[in-house]
């Protein structure tokens, strides 16, 4: 079935540093998902990319969406304290079900 | 809006105990999902129900995990019995669209069930 590899798994930074997890398939993407996961809480959808090649801003987090479709990446630019948790990214496979990655938790040093 | 609604918020039952977690999608959603989430397996989805039919429960462990979805507002997941490697976060989440298609098709997560199997 769909598989989504996350990587890396951890990131420690020290805050202003920048940060960014990748997303990887095999299989071309209908669409992706990302989710922040803060320590504690729930997952809370950030955004999602359907066009080949797709870049997409909001303030410090850049998403990009590959031009084959098969990867995905989040940067943060500068990163702050409130920037800690867990981020996910999902893939939507053929039956329409969230498949989610195995996150990459940040971890930010003031 | 209240979000969506999980209860408990925790639970600690013993071994062979029936668990009963519960949800209330965002009203209008007519997609709902349920997740375990644990440090070793990440976050599964367990099963997902549109217009309040089960469509897929193919994440569903085994025949002790069981869910319904009476009504448009409620849903349950059972374990019937329980054992300490049911313990988890549970989450309950809700969407617009059918079986998430479409551009509008983010997901609503609940605060989550954190449920300890002694």
């Known amino acids: 079935g769909q598989q989504v590899m996350q990587i890396p798994q951890y990131q420690h930074v020290q805050e202003g540093e920048d940060f960014t997890t990748y997303c990887n398939s095999s299989?071309?993407?209908?669409?992706i998902q990302w989710y922040k996961q803060r320590p504690g809480g729930h997952p809370v959808f950030l955004i999602q990319?359907?066009?080949?090649?797709e870049v997409k801003k909001q303030k410090r987090l850049t998403f990009q969406f590959g031009e084959a479709k098969k990867n995905s990446s989040l940067h943060i630019t500068a990163t702050q304290t409130t920037d800690v948790g867990t981020y996910f990214c999902?893939?939507?496979?053929?039956?329409?079900?969230?498949?989610f990655g195995s996150g990459t938790r940040l971890l930010v040093r003031p | 809006d209240a979000g969506v609604i999980q209860s408990p918020r925790h639970e600690v039952t013993e071994m062979g105990q029936e668990v009963t977690l519960r949800c209330k999608p965002i009203?209008?959603?007519?997609?709902l999902f349920w997740y375990r989430q644990t440090m070793m397996r990440g976050l599964e989805l367990l099963i997902y129900?549109?217009?309040?039919?089960?469509?897929?429960d193919s994440g569903m462990p085994e025949d002790r995990f069981s869910a319904k979805m009476p009504n448009a507002s409620f849903s349950t997941l059972k374990i019937q019995p329980s054992e300490p490697r049911d313990s988890a976060v549970y989450f309950c989440?809700?969407?617009?669209?059918?079986?998430?298609?479409?551009?509008?098709?983010?997901?609503?997560f609940g605060p989550g069930t954190r449920l300890t199997v002694l």
């Open positions: 989440a809700s969407s617009l669209g059918s079986g998430g298609r479409g551009p509008y098709n983010e997901q609503f």
């Open positions: 299989t071309t993407l209908s669409n």
């Open positions: 990319l359907v066009k080949s090649g």
């Open positions: 999902a893939a939507m496979d053929s039956s329409y079900k969230l498949i």
């Open positions: 009203s209008g959603h007519n997609s």
């Open positions: 129900f549109n217009n309040n039919v089960p469509i897929d």
